[in-house]
């Protein structure tokens, strides 16, 4: 007993040179449908999130929740495909995919980090605007990509220490639109127009891999072009290496895709000199 004392006190000792460095940082975290699991991992994401808050970083929590969308079409009797990664989405498809996140997965994280003393707002891309898209392409329907981001909801909440839990559907530039944006787009869109000092991918893999199943833990820009181009980087690790770069150009200070399963994976990333998952930086 005694001697677990001694290390949590160590532990914490230790940490001081990363709490410092992150006081005040803006720090974006996608959390992947592939990612929550039950509701211990739930909750022990949210206290993550809630330390965070607690030692003066601004965290935004941008959530995915493709297997419950899954879920619920499948109950509606509703089939889905993707294409390149992301959902076909016809008018039936987006009215459940808007419920289930904007109600069902978002509600679920609000509350799991309140119940952890947090100060969570779930909002969506539709509120204040944050969010406008156009079609990304005409064969995925109400799939949104992003064209206009209007962040200064997002400053205002975590400004007053409140955490932001976005729901990735957006608002269309039509009036009465509504668009299916893929979590990780939603996540880097965000991340960029709020300059974030660091964009985390959570999701249900280690981290990029090299051609011998290696995780690498820091990479450029350019090693993640040419681990794509060799096709070493494929599948659905690509939408997120995309996502990553187009972040880093959009003036964010770093990404970080990394497997959020592993307890404590935000903690161990920005408090610790391990680091956990692949690092992507200029
Ligand atoms: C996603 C939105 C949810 C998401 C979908 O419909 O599944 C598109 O594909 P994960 O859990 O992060 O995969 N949207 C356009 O991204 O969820």
């Given at each position: 007993m005694m001697r677990d004392s001694i290390a949590t006190a160590r532990t914490l000792s230790e940490a001081l040179p990363y709490l410092q460095r992150y006081t005040g940082a803006v720090v974006v975290i996608k959390f992947g449908g592939n990612a929550m699991g039950d509701d211990e991992a739930m909750a022990e994401f949210a206290r993550d999130?809630?330390?965070?808050?607690?030692v003066g970083v601004n965290p935004v929590v941008v959530h995915g929740g493709g297997p419950m969308i899954n879920d619920l079409l499948g109950k509606l009797g509703i089939a889905s495909e993707f294409r390149r990664g992301k959902r076909v989405t016809d008018k039936?498809?987006?009215e459940?995919?808007?419920m289930v996140l904007s109600?069902?997965?978002n509600?679920?994280?609000v509350q799991a980090i309140n119940?952890?003393?947090?100060?969570?707002v779930g909002i969506s891309g539709k509120d204040d605007d944050l969010m406008v898209c156009v079609a990304d392409d005409p064969e995925l329907g109400f799939v949104g990509k992003p064209v206009e981001m209007n962040v200064q909801v997002l400053r205002d909440l975590y400004n007053a220490g409140i955490i932001p839990v976005v729901a990735p559907v957006g608002t269309g530039v039509e009036d009465n639109e509504t668009f299916n944006v893929n979590g990780d787009t939603a996540a880097g869109a965000i991340a960029g127009a709020l300059k974030a000092d660091r964009l985390l991918l959570l999701t249900d893999v280690s981290g990029v891999k090299d051609e011998t199943g290696a995780v690498v833990t820091q990479l450029s820009p350019e090693q993640v072009r040419e681990l794509t181009a060799r096709g070493v980087i494929a599948g659905g690790m690509i939408p997120k290496t995309e996502t990553?770069?187009?972040?880093?150009e959009a003036g964010v200070r770093a990404v970080v895709i990394l497997d959020g399963r592993i307890p404590n994976a935000c903690l161990l990333e920005l408090f610790t000199d391990h680091g956990a998952g692949s690092l992507i930086r200029s």
């Open positions: 999130i809630v330390l965070m808050r607690q039936a498809t987006v459940v995919v808007e109600g069902l997965v509600k679920r994280i119940d952890q003393g947090g100060r969570a990553a770069l187009a972040a880093l």
